[in-house]
């Protein structure tokens, strides 16, 4: 850059300064405008797009109406690149471009993200929460005990786009608002948390867990397990908020406190307070999990891959500070180091247990919310759509909608619903991001824990063919039409399919499983409708 943006954040002079914004109508050009907006600077922005193809426009319609931002739809008009002094491009533009020769003939500065985050920091407490399984939960959770807080949690803004990974949480974190609770996940490459972080730039952390869940190879574990610890590594200072009812990361955590120790490092910059939480619940289903040192150890399972351990190499679960007991239906006790508290709260299943607590934990340690307050939101907190949502009772039958899709969250949710309903039929929707070993681990969980399965998706139906016979298992004809995107494993007929096969047989309730169920909750609602026509 030929300017100097050294005190970009403060310099009064460079906010008269004109910035660019290219690709408006892109999730980073959109946040990174806002951004910018909120801290008082002039933008314009430009999109190929024309302004009935921008989907994210309702995001500016605020700054569009306040006159704080001038957008150019379907072009990059010369008169955009001659009056920004400071232009942003995407992330994914090629110096090579065209677009880029535009800057550069114009003599306009280029303003990077990585730059933009560097020279804005965060002006509020942030806190991220990472780990395989219940971020979405213990995020939405906690931002819902903030918000009955009275405090404001910055939010992206963009329907249905859970946005956990790239630039939109650390740009989250430097929008408007009294606190950022920032989901980070990880595509499983090696530095791409540690980056996430190191954007967020966060105080607090939460850790839920570490399952294998993303993987397609058990053998890679360890190593996805070392992604997660980078997390950990980040919290030299600060808060960092862990499930110890996990081996694999109460072991990450052990380790790299002793690693600190073994390299003498001065404690102003070691200086990280560990915060652990748990369940007593006592052993549901005894299992193998890999422990940090690489030993397979026996784990006595409260939800999958998390409970009681013992390891050879030292590593037990500990007595974590806060821990949740007298679990009894939707109301458990919280041992926390001022005493017991009871909760309530609508969620089902001991995961949510789980949720909840990591959620409490942070309100109380690092938001200081009252206890009162606290009691409140998670009491009366709805849960996450798609998250064991309840969508109708039909035939006696309740019928229920779940989002998960790897092989742990659907033995986790499993398990809870057969606690609730003697009776179950599954219909899976799935296509595993781990491949067919996934569609395969996911299909025996079913058939272990439910009553009835419908294998929905083409890869689940494959799955039965090749590998499992069970006479729990009832085909359809649907499923046999292959279909795959992500997740999304089954079209909207052969959902409907499932489900109606699923109604036939005699439950209590029947679970449609996956991202497919989650995408065509409107179709699932409507079936009803369409089945009692067709009755007449």
Not at 166 to 192: C, H, M, N, S
Not at 303 to 329: F, M, Q, W
Not at 480 to 498: H, M, N, P, W, Y
Request: hydrophobic share 35%; net charge negative; proline share 4%.
């Amino acid at each position: 850059m030929s300017k100097d943006t050294s005190s970009f954040n403060h310099s009064t002079e460079m906010k008269k300064d004109i910035y660019g914004v290219i690709g408006i109508c892109g999730i980073v050009g959109n946040i990174a405008a806002r951004v910018l907006m909120d801290r008082g600077f002039h933008v314009l922005g430009t999109d190929m797009k024309s302004e009935k193809e921008c989907k994210f426009k309702d995001t500016l319609q605020t700054y569009i109406q306040n006159k704080e931002i001038e957008v150019y739809f379907s072009e990059h008009p010369d008169s955009f690149f001659s009056q920004s002094q400071y232009v942003v491009p995407p992330p994914s533009l090629s110096k090579d471009s065209k677009v880029f020769q535009k800057i550069e003939k114009n003599g306009s500065n280029v303003l990077d993200v990585d730059t933009l985050l560097n020279e804005i920091k965060p002006d509020k407490p942030v806190l991220c929460v990472t780990g395989t399984n219940g971020k979405t939960t213990t995020t939405t959770l906690l931002k819902h005990i903030c918000r009955t807080a009275g405090l404001i949690t910055t939010e992206h803004g963009f329907r249905n786009l859970q946005g956990n990974i790239d630039y939109i949480p650390p740009l989250q974190a430097r929008l408007k608002g009294d606190v950022a609770v920032l989901e980070t996940g990880t595509f499983g490459i090696p530095g791409d948390l540690k980056r996430m972080v190191e954007r967020c730039q966060p105080s607090c952390g939460i850790v839920t867990n570490i399952t294998p869940d993303h993987l397609h190879d058990d053998h890679d574990f360890l190593s996805y397990a070392s992604i997660k610890g980078s997390f950990i590594e980040y919290f030299k200072r600060g808060k960092l908020i862990v499930n110890a009812d996990d081996p694999t990361l109460w072991g990450l955590v052990e380790a790299y406190k002793s690693s600190s120790n073994d390299q003498n490092i001065v404690s102003e910059d070691n200086d990280c307070e560990y915060i652990s939480f748990g369940v007593d619940y006592g052993s549901t289903n005894p299992n193998k999990k890999k422990c940090i040192c690489g030993r397979e150890i026996r784990i006595n399972e409260t939800i999958s891959g998390v409970g009681y351990y013992n390891c050879e190499c030292g590593l037990k679960r500990p007595e974590p500070d806060y821990v949740a007991t007298d679990v009894k239906g939707n109301s458990f006790t919280l041992k926390t180091p001022e005493g017991d508290v009871q909760f309530e709260m609508k969620l089902k299943g001991l995961h949510n247990v789980y949720n909840a607590t990591g959620s409490i934990v942070a309100a109380i340690e690092f938001f200081k919310i009252d206890l009162d307050t606290i009691k409140k939101a998670v009491k009366n907190f709805e849960g996450v759509s798609g998250r064991m949502e309840y969508m109708y009772t039909y035939d006696g039958k309740e019928v229920i909608v779940d989002y998960g899709h790897n092989p742990a969250g659907v033995g986790t949710v499993l398990r809870e619903m057969k606690k609730i309903y003697k009776k179950l039929a599954v219909v899976i929707t799935i296509s595993s991001e781990s491949g067919e070993s996934g569609d395969l681990e996911i299909l025996k969980k079913a058939v272990e824990i439910g009553d009835f399965i419908v294998p929905a998706s083409f890869y689940s139906r494959q799955a039965a063919e090749k590998h499992i016979s069970s006479a729990k298992i009832i085909p359809t004809a649907e499923s046999k039409e292959e279909f795959k995107s992500g997740t999304l494993g089954a079209t909207a007929d052969q959902v409907l399919e499932g489900l109606k096969k699923g109604l036939e047989c005699d439950v209590d309730a029947v679970i449609c499983l996956g991202e497919a169920a989650f995408k065509y909750k409107r179709n699932i609602q409507s079936l009803p409708n369409y089945l009692k026509e067709e009755n007449n």
